[in-house]
């Protein structure tokens, strides 16, 4: 536990100016982002009595090693930087909002030619135009099937388009009247584009402009007595009018407004926004988060509106934004908002009428999200905690292992021999810090040497990043700790000279000597094995525990448990032991440790199978540089087969297009060098299979 005072600058450095600061910990990790108005005066508020402060302010400082600060024009400035930063360095100690699923939207891809309606999640692309989020996939499916009546837009997936256009048929849809069917040319692009725009300005609540139209056309068709196709007009307005049903009107004057609400304990907090368009709910989602920090509900508000709009722009960002309590500055946070929509916003909490009283609805769904978490979460949390302290007492930790790492051997009979490191904190995966390994020293299978090596390599990078952050001091060489740089590993640098030593120098967002500047490698983003666990598991028993403890002594590690799993009793093994440590069959512990050596040989086996895959592929052009996939295929498809491509003159490779003079005489050289395959040979007969000019065998 660090001593604020022992850090903390003086008065005079630190400006009065507005800004954005970071705390790190001893590791150079960020580990808390604020920003302020008067960064002396709540930097002040950090390094006050320690009693005086609230739980969760005094562990991130004393967690912290060190701050630094950058000090930037305007607040609107610190709220964007501030965001930047959350999301770049992902700190422990700041609220983050988090999903509990992945929300569905409708989408139209005006960015193809022949735009397609379909359900997408994930992140947003550009050139697409969204609707919702919607809670459930099927609602959006129902919508759209009911509006395909009146706006016979395309749905089909480009293999299914192009298939239609290559035969001249179209699909079910394009018969029955859901698809207007451009893939045979039905309608032209232009037409095609007109009705994918129709069905956007529906969505977006012009809806009574459409119903009226198909209704005066429906009347004008029964008066010419087509009834036929007024009977079709009829339908297509019970469909839409079906369509609206599904999305209730909620404000009478059309509005476009987004509403948040928040439901919070001493703990956690439950966001729930509802996006209203044209007066009617067009999308629901919330989000709940650990309370880490010490914030109220304006400050919930703000993270809320920082994710919610911070990767937004236009008319994604409403006109309206309805919260329960407005942001410590709020001028500052709708001039940001304003930014990012391109005209004025409103940020305000309603004080009556029908908005009040859609604001009370919105709450309830966030005390009934929260309550709901909470009930999913107890159990979690209590099994985890659990879980962790029986390890702790089954190998006579001194201390729950927050961090534990555990590490697997794959390979198929010794060939292709990767390895695993997966990373599980406080019971939970961390899947960025999952690793990947190529066994280097030596051929052929064996698990034991294996896993010293992967062990070894893995820790000597450690202990490069201790030392080149300064974290101890450089001591005389001795017998094993004499750590060579692994490639693709760095080493200290004398420019920047030891970390955390004093603040950042006041300086605005990309100038020089500002964030961006400042070098990779000590700018608190998560780095390769920088942090140490307080548990190493390996997948095997007492051989590979030996090996992996051999490989921590070599390197002077003392203060890292070490222990094996072993698949077939389920042993616990520990380094000097002859004996296990049988946990028993319902212990949360053992169950963990499951977990954890399950998940590494999965990750171990994926690579295998990939790093095996990508080898049988390999062929004599991959030899060539700077020859990518398509020419290869180019090539292939030009000649018909390898064989006969090694029989191509350098003048007939360069008749290939994307093929040039030199690139050609590469591809000769290669495939010159390259021996050839080894013929078939079939199996029941013993006949040589050679091949023939087309590339089969005969």
Known sequence: MADPSSYRPKPGQIPDSPGVYKFRDEHRRVIYVGKAKNLRQRLANYFQDLAALHPRTRTMVTTAASVEWTVVSTEVEALQLEYSWIKEFDPRFNVKYRDDKSYPYLAVTLDEEFPRVQVMRGAKKKGVRYFGPYGHAWAIRETVDLMLRVFPVRTCSAGVFKNAARTGRPCL????????????????????????????????????????????????????????????????????????????????????????????????????????????????????????????????????????????????????????????????????????RGSQVSLRIPQRGDKKDLMATVQRNAQQALALHKTKRASDLTTRSRALEEIAEALGLDTAPLRIECYDISHLQGDDVVASMVVFEDGLARKSEYRRFQIKSFEGQDDVRSMHEVIGRRFKRYLQ?????????????????????????????????????????????????????????????????????????????????????????????????????????????????????????????????????????????????????????????????????????????????????????????????GIGRRTAESVAVALASAAPAAPAVNTATGEIMEEDDGGSTT
Not at 296 to 314: I, N, P
Request: hydrophobic share 35%; with cysteine.
């Open 173 to 340: 849809l394009g018969y029955i009247g859901k698809c207007s069917a451009p893939c045979v040319g039905r309608v032209t692009p232009e037409e095609h584009r007109e009705l994918a725009l129709d069905f956007c300005d529906f969505m977006t609540g012009r809806t009574g402009t459409y119903i009226r139209r198909l209704e005066k056309d429906m009347t004008a068709a029964a008066e010419e007595m087509e009834y036929e196709r007024a009977a079709r007009l009829r339908d297509d307005v019970e469909a839409l009018k079906r369509a609206m049903e599904k999305s209730a009107v909620v404000l009478a004057d059309a509005t476009d407004a987004d509403l948040i609400a928040v439901a919070e304990d001493e703990l956690e907090a439950a966001v729930q926004i509802f996006h209203v368009r044209g007066g009617r709910v067009r999308g629901q989602r919330g989000w709940v988060t650990d309370k880490v920090e010490n914030v109220d509900t304006s400050g919930l508000v703000e993270h809320a509106l920082q994710q919610l709009y911070g990767e937004e722009k236009g008319d994604a960002v409403p006109k309206e934004v309805l919260v329960p309590a407005l942001p410590e500055h709020p001028d500052a946070v709708s001039q940001w908002l304003a930014d990012r």
């Open 465 to 657: 990043e201790k030392e080149r952050t300064g974290e101890w001091e450089e001591a005389p060489a001795e017998p094993g700790l004499a750590v060579p740089a692994e490639s693709g590993g760095t080493g200290p640098d004398p420019a920047t000279g030891p970390a955390g030593t004093g603040p950042c120098p006041a300086v605005a967002p990309g100038s020089p000597g500002g964030p961006r500047d400042e070098p990779r490698e000590d700018d608190g983003r998560p780095k390769r094995f920088a942090y140490p666990p307080q548990l190493v598991v390996v997948d095997g028993g007492q051989p590979q525990v030996a090996a992996a403890k051999r490989a921590l002594d070599e390197l002077g590690i003392d203060d890292i448990a070490v222990c094996g799993l072993a698949k077939r009793l389920e042993e616990v093994w520990l380094p000097d032991d002859d004996d296990p440590v049988v946990l028993p069959r319902s212990s949360e512990g053992l169950y963990l440790l499951q977990r954890v050596r399950d998940e590494a040989h999965r990750f171990a086996i994926t690579y295998q199978r990939a790093k095996r895959a990508k080898r049988i592929r390999s062929g004599p052009l991959d030899a060539v540089a700077g020859l990518g996939e398509s020419r290869k295929q180019a090539l292939i498809k030009h000649f018909g087969s390898v064989k006969k491509l090694r029989r191509a003159t350098i003048e007939e490779i360069c008749e290939v297009p």
